[in-house]
């Protein structure tokens, strides 16, 4: 036996990742998917910890799990030191060979493909063993995959204050109507003269919802919203048949919607952000690579 290693820590070390992800999730399928396991291994070696400790760490809450005393003791006290082997494994795989690697690269659904999948091409030129997952989610869902570890790094509108941003720009929200609506002439909008009209806007938990309700709010009324959805291509749709108008940033990409300008002061920022913690070198590869390219997704977006 190691005289630095005690028995019962040879045979729990490899366990303590599966235990973290269970007990991070609150969820057995989620935490599979994590760790890129079948279920049924993940759980075998919950059901082998427990064992091997005599303790039981988990109790079933309908289709959730949830700790135990035991089992809460035990992740407040592994969870940051799982955290920093991952990392340090991580980093120093990856230093080994900055070529390669892996990078969870998030963008937000009001930014198009055109200018994500251009600087995703020339990445790949340059970088073709580096392998990159992509995910689109409105903003704050991005900022909080950056913040638990999910995405490596994001562009995130606007920016949160705790992580570290690179600011790539500005985003210029417009008013979208269809080519027949009566103010699709117009060279610019006050908000205030919208007070009659129905919008067609993103669920409440989206950035672009909140300055539509509080630029209403300040013109003095509250916006009614027929229709309420995600998807961007949706929303320009449905201003397409004029069933309503739409903040958005940037020009139309409809032939059928005109794009008209908003008085005041209508910008928002756009940033790239990363975790707290140390990067891979593919990750610093892809970031700068961003960076270097922000014009794509900005330019295209005033």
Request: charged fraction near 20%; glycine fraction near 6%; include cysteine.
């Given at each position: 036996?190691?005289?630095?290693?005690?028995?019962?820590?040879?045979?729990?070390?490899?366990?303590?990742?599966?235990?973290?992800?269970?007990?991070t999730?609150?969820?057995?399928?989620?935490?599979?998917?994590?760790?890129?396991v079948?279920?049924?291994?993940?759980?075998?070696?919950?059901?082998?910890?427990?064992?091997?400790?005599?303790?039981?760490?988990?109790?079933?809450?309908?289709?959730?799990?949830?700790?135990?005393?035991?089992?809460?003791?035990?992740?407040?006290?592994?969870?940051?030191?799982?955290?920093?082997?991952?990392?340090?494994i991580?980093?120093?795989?990856?230093?080994?060979?900055?070529?390669?690697?892996?990078?969870?690269?998030?963008?937000?659904?009001?930014?198009?493909?055109?200018?994500?999948?251009?600087?995703?091409?020339?990445?790949?030129?340059?970088?073709?063993?580096?392998?990159?997952?992509?995910?689109?989610?409105?903003?704050?869902?991005?900022?909080h995959?950056?913040?638990?570890?999910r995405?490596?790094?994001?562009?995130?509108?606007?920016?949160?204050?705790?992580?570290?941003?690179?600011?790539?720009?500005?985003?210029?929200?417009?008013?979208?109507?269809?080519?027949?609506?009566?103010?699709?002439?117009?060279?610019?909008?006050?908000?205030?003269?919208?007070?009659?009209?129905?919008?067609?806007?993103?669920?409440?938990?989206?950035?672009?919802?909140?300055?539509?309700?509080?630029?209403?709010?300040?013109?003095?009324?509250?916006?009614?919203?027929?229709?309420?959805?995600?998807?961007?291509?949706?929303?320009?749709?449905?201003?397409?048949?004029?069933?309503?108008?739409?903040?958005?940033?940037?020009?139309?990409?409809?032939?059928?919607?005109?794009?008209?300008?908003?008085?005041?002061?209508?910008?928002r920022?756009?940033?790239?952000?990363?975790?707290?913690?140390?990067?891979?070198?593919?990750?610093?590869r892809?970031?700068?690579?961003?960076v270097?390219?922000?014009?794509?997704?900005?330019?295209?977006?005033?």
């Amino acid at each position: 036996m190691d005289e630095y290693l005690l028995p019962h820590v040879e045979i729990v070390a490899p366990l303590l990742a599966a235990f973290d992800a269970a007990a991070t999730e609150g969820h057995i399928t989620r935490a599979a998917d994590k760790l890129g396991v079948p279920q049924s291994s993940l759980s075998r070696r919950l059901k082998t910890l427990e064992k091997t400790l005599g303790i039981a760490l988990f109790q079933p809450v309908g289709r959730r799990v949830a700790l135990t005393a035991a089992g809460r003791e035990l992740y407040e006290r592994t969870h940051d030191a799982i955290g920093r082997l991952d990392d340090a494994i991580t980093v120093v795989s990856a230093n080994a060979d900055p070529s390669s690697g892996f990078v969870r690269f998030g963008f937000p659904l009001t930014l198009g493909p055109i200018g994500i999948t251009a600087i995703l091409a020339e990445f790949h030129e340059t970088a073709p063993r580096i392998r990159v997952h992509l995910v689109q989610a409105h903003g704050e869902a991005l900022a909080h995959m950056i913040r638990d570890g999910r995405l490596d790094v994001a562009v995130v509108i606007p920016p949160p204050a705790d992580l570290t941003v690179t600011v790539l720009g500005s985003q210029h929200i417009r008013l979208h109507v269809a080519r027949t609506n009566a103010l699709a002439g117009r060279s610019e909008v006050a908000v205030a003269e919208l007070e009659d009209e129905p919008f067609i806007a993103s669920p409440p938990s989206f950035h672009l919802r909140a300055l539509l309700d509080s630029w209403c709010t300040e013109a003095g009324f509250t916006p009614r919203v027929p229709f309420e959805i995600s998807e961007i291509d949706t929303i320009r749709a449905l201003v397409a048949h004029d069933l309503g108008v739409a903040l958005l940033p940037g020009e139309s990409e409809h032939s059928s919607v005109v794009a008209v300008r908003l008085s005041g002061s209508r910008d928002r920022e756009v940033g790239l952000v990363t975790g707290n913690h140390r990067p891979t070198a593919a990750v610093s590869r892809f970031t700068q690579h961003v960076v270097e390219h922000r014009r794509r997704i900005t330019a295209l977006r005033k």
